[in-house]
Every structure is written in C-alpha cells, then in structure tokens.
C-alpha cells in the first residue's frame, strides 16, 4: 500500500519568485488535505478537495495560494510571489471513507 | 477559534519511565473526533488513534493508553514504559463530525527519552 508521496521535499527560492507542489494522496482517498507547519507549531488547515471540487479554503491561504486537483487524483499548490513569511512545512493528506488523515513527508520551503 | 491546548511543550524521561501528555480541547459541536499523531525527527506525522466523542471507552494498544473525559474535555496519551524510539512531537488534534474534517492541531509536546 503506497502512501500519500509529495514532491519536491525541499525548496529553496528567491522572494518573489513562484513555487508549485505536487501531492499524490493514496490511490482510493477521494478527499486531500494542505496544511501548514511552521517551525515549533502544530499544523494548520489550508485548503481540502473531495475529489475534483475545492471546498474548503482557510483564511490562511491568501490570494497568492492557489491549489487544484485537476482530475481528482494529484493535487497542487502553487504560491505566487513568495515572502520570506511563506518559509513553513508543507503538508499535503489523504482520507478514505474513514476519518483518519494519512499524511505525507511534506515539503520544506525555505524562501531566501 | 475551538483550541486544542497542550500545555508540556517538552518533556524529558528517562527509558522506562510512564509518561503522560496532556490534551485539553474547545468545542462547541455535539460530536466531534480527536487524534493523536506522532512526528518523529524525520517530520512525517504518523496517525496513532482516533477517538469518537460519543465513545468514552479508554483504549489501550500496547505499551499506548488513551484516557478520554469528556466532561473536562480532555484527551490524555500515555506511554507505558518508555523506549528511546518514542522520542518525539506528539500532537493532539480535533475535527469536527462533518463531511470536511479539517483538523485543528495542538501546539505539540516534545518527548525526549534517555536511555
């Protein structure tokens, strides 16, 4: 059983610059989570798909973030015009029919 | 904002001692779920146990014990006998009972065990 892969583990960008992620939640999880962990915090809530339809967006995820789930299967998030503020965990889970969220290894932004 | 407090941000055992972590949650839904994840240094969060509010029963896998009080809407861990590799963050997490589940995180407890 494979689990829930993001890619790329570890970002290094300029400010200002955009970056993408991708998510592959496991294979027969139709609801995917994004969250945000900055260092010494737990995580916080982004953004949550089931299938296809995004339908739930934190106020964290401000006008720069946007994130899809073309065909229901991988995800991405994408930050436009990166701050150092943005520097953070980024995690990225999957959940079946049951409630348990399986998570990924996460990426790690550093924004410079 | 319904919290989730942990209030030990570290604590330090020593291997084979019983340890307790503490969770104290907010929440203004009737039924609502409760997690604990483990984040061990290599930073993915592995799920541990997931409790329904309507079930107050203690749970017990292993050397893991779950004391859940809802009337002091708690949500306690306790490692039995504690070993070097259980050396960790360990979060606690809310999320309400509806189709979204998002879940609300704690702050973390860092659990260094020495042998």
């Known amino acids: 059983d494979t689990g829930v892969s993001q890619d790329p583990r570890h970002k290094i960008t300029k400010r200002g610059q955009n970056v993408t992620f991708r998510c592959d939640p496991i294979s027969e999880h139709n609801r995917l989570y994004w969250y945000r962990q900055t260092l010494g915090q737990g995580p916080e809530f982004l953004t949550y798909?089931?299938?296809?339809?995004?339908?739930?967006k934190s106020r964290l995820l401000s006008d720069r973030f946007s994130a899809e789930r073309p065909k229901g299967s991988f995800s991405t998030l994408e930050i436009q015009r990166t701050e150092q503020g943005d520097s953070a965990m980024y995690l990225c889970a999957s959940r079946g029919s049951s409630y348990e969220q399986y998570f990924g290894p996460g990426t790690r932004l550093t924004v410079t | 904002a319904q919290k989730v407090t942990q209030a030990q941000t570290e604590i330090s055992v020593v291997e084979k001692e019983d340890v307790t972590l503490d969770c104290v949650y907010e929440t203004r839904d009737t039924t609502y779920y409760l997690f604990w994840y483990k984040q061990p240094p290599s930073g993915e969060l592995v799920f541990l146990i997931r409790r329904n509010s309507f079930d107050e029963q203690n749970e017990i896998s292993g050397r893991y014990s779950w004391n859940f009080q809802k009337s002091t809407s708690s949500f306690n861990f306790t490692i039995t006998a504690s070993q070097v590799v259980d050396s960790a963050v360990y979060f606690c997490a809310r999320s309400p009972n509806n189709a979204g589940n998002m879940l609300t995180f704690g702050g973390g407890t860092r659990l260094m065990v020495k042998p």
């Open positions: 798909f089931q299938n296809e339809a995004q339908l739930e």
